[in-house]
């Protein structure tokens, strides 16, 4: 069997970006602890997709996506300043342990979409935070080896995500 679309696939990976010429592990995932995840159902990067495509179970794999085919550029309007007020808890103080440079914080949106952001400055009155993809500008690197891949049921099919002995995966 091969990977195309409807299958389940395991995979067990490696993903580092390159940090000023190093290589910076992001995620890594293990053999007891695959990622599962149905293809073909677009919610991947498509790059990540092609490669996988047509491989085998024990096949391994290598590839880089380029940063415009993966998470794009970095955009200045998402770097936005926020008054410091929306960081006042309910007793009116402002934490100073959260509002440090290069913390996520999961935040809102005024339509409600839940965002991550990373606090870039903090001043007097205002916190700026960068709500660009933590890898957007980056190359990924990709490495590791196919360990299953199986037909989806009826049900992942129409649920569009795998279940099974993993759990659901909702990424």
Request: glycine letters at 8%; charged letters at 30%; hydrophobic letters at 35%.
């Amino acid at each position: 069997m091969i990977i195309e679309k409807n299958k389940v696939v395991s995979v067990d990976y490696e993903l580092t970006v390159e940090d000023n010429g190093e290589d910076t592990l992001v995620e890594k995932t293990t053999v007891q602890e695959p990622f599962v995840f149905l293809f073909g159902t677009g919610d991947l990067l498509e790059e990540f997709e092609k490669n996988l495509s047509g491989l085998k179970v024990g096949e391994k794999f290598d590839f880089v996506i380029p940063s415009d085919k993966g998470y794009g550029e970095r955009i200045a309007e998402n770097m936005v300043d926020l008054s410091i007020e929306a960081f006042r808890d309910e007793d009116g103080e402002i934490d100073e342990e959260v509002l440090v440079i290069g913390t996520m914080l999961p935040m809102t949106d005024s339509d409600g979409n839940r965002l991550q952001g990373v606090v870039a400055a903090v001043t007097n009155d205002t916190v700026t935070m960068d709500f660009n993809h933590p890898l957007a500008e980056k190359a990924l690197h990709f490495s590791g080896k196919v360990l299953d891949i199986r037909e989806a049921t009826a049900e992942e099919l129409s649920h569009g995500h795998a279940h099974g002995a993993d759990g659901h995966h909702h990424h």
